[in-house]
C-alpha cells in the first residue's frame, strides 16, 4: 500500500540553525501539507502546497518557514534559523488521488529537537 | 473559524468493553468531513475512520464506528470490544473541501487488561 515517508525521523539541531525536512508524499497526490504538534498538545497546520504554489498557510508560518518540491517527488519544509519552540514532531500529509480526495494521508513525522 | 472541542481529556476502558470518545465541532458549512485519528506512542497519525456530513448512515470500520449528529455538531466514536492495541491519544478533525485539517487536542486512552 502507497505510504507518505518522511525523512529524518529524528532531527536535533542547534538555536538559530537551518534545517530541512523531506517528505515523500504519495505519487499520484496532488496536495502536500505540513503539520506541527508540540509535545502534549494538538497537531497544528502549518501550510499546504497544490500546483506548485502555497495554497494556504497558517499565522505559525511566518518568514522563517519556506516550502519547496524541487523535484516532483520531494516536498521539504526549511525553517531557515531555529527557535527553541520550533522543537515538535512535523507531519507531512498528502491528498488527492482522485478516489478518495479529501482524505489525508499522514507520514510517520521528523521529531525535531532545538537545543 | 471551524473549531473541533473534545472536552474528555482522558478515558480508560476494560479490555473487551466499549468506550465512547466525544467530539464537538462548530462551522457553519454545510458540506464537511470528520475524522478521527489515532496517534500511538510512536506518535505516527492513523486514520482511523471518516465521515463525509452529506451522508446520514454512520461509518463504521470494524471494532470502530461513529455517532455522526449533524444538527447538533456532533461526532463521537464507538470502540467495541476494546483491545490493549487501542491504547492512544485520539484526535477528531475536521475540514471541508481541500481546506486543511482542524484538529481537536485529543483524548488519550487507556486500555486496562
Known amino acids: 500500500e502507497p505510504e507518505v515517508t518522511q525523512t529524518p525521523s529524528h532531527q536535533v539541531t542547534q538555536m538559530g540553525q537551518e534545517v530541512i525536512l523531506r517528505c515523500v508524499p504519495i505519487?499520484?497526490?496532488?496536495?502536500f501539507y505540513w503539520y506541527r504538534q508540540i509535545l502534549g498538545q494538538k497537531v497544528e497546520f502549518l501550510v499546504s502546497?497544490?500546483?506548485?504554489?502555497?495554497?494556504?498557510k497558517s499565522e505559525i508560518f511566518d518568514d522563517q518557514f519556506s516550502v519547496e518540491r524541487p523535484d516532483g517527488s520531494n516536498f521539504t519544509l526549511k525553517i531557515r534559523s531555529t527557535k527553541l519552540e520550533d522543537s515538535a514532531m512535523y507531519f507531512c500529509?498528502?491528498?488527492?488521488?482522485?478516489?478518495?480526495?479529501?482524505?489525508?494521508?499522514f507520514g510517520p513525522g521528523t521529531r525535531l529537537t532545538v537545543l | 473559524a471551524q473549531t473541533v472541542t473534545q472536552s474528555q481529556p482522558e478515558m480508560s476502558v476494560q479490555e473487551a468493553e466499549t468506550v465512547t470518545l466525544s467530539c464537538t465541532y462548530d462551522t457553519s458549512e454545510s458540506d464537511y468531513y470528520l475524522f478521527w485519528y489515532k496517534q500511538p506512542p510512536s506518535r505516527q497519525m492513523i486514520l482511523v475512520i471518516r465521515?463525509?456530513?452529506?451522508?446520514?448512515q454512520n461509518a463504521t470500520e470494524n471494532r470502530f464506528s461513529v455517532n455522526f449528529q449533524k444538527a447538533a455538531k456532533s461526532f463521537s466514536l464507538k470502540i467495541s470490544d476494546s483491545q490493549l492495541g487501542d491504547a492512544a491519544m485520539y484526535f477528531c478533525?475536521?475540514?471541508?473541501?481541500?481546506?486543511?485539517?482542524?484538529f481537536g487536542k485529543g483524548t488519550r486512552l487507556s486500555v486496562i487488561a
Open positions: 505519487s499520484n497526490h496532488l496536495y
Open positions: 502546497f497544490y500546483n506548485n504554489e502555497i495554497s494556504e
Open positions: 478533525a475536521y475540514r471541508s473541501a481541500y481546506t486543511p485539517l482542524v
Open positions: 500529509a498528502s491528498s488527492g488521488d482522485g478516489g478518495k480526495p479529501n482524505e489525508q494521508f
Open positions: 465521515q463525509e456530513a452529506y451522508k446520514q
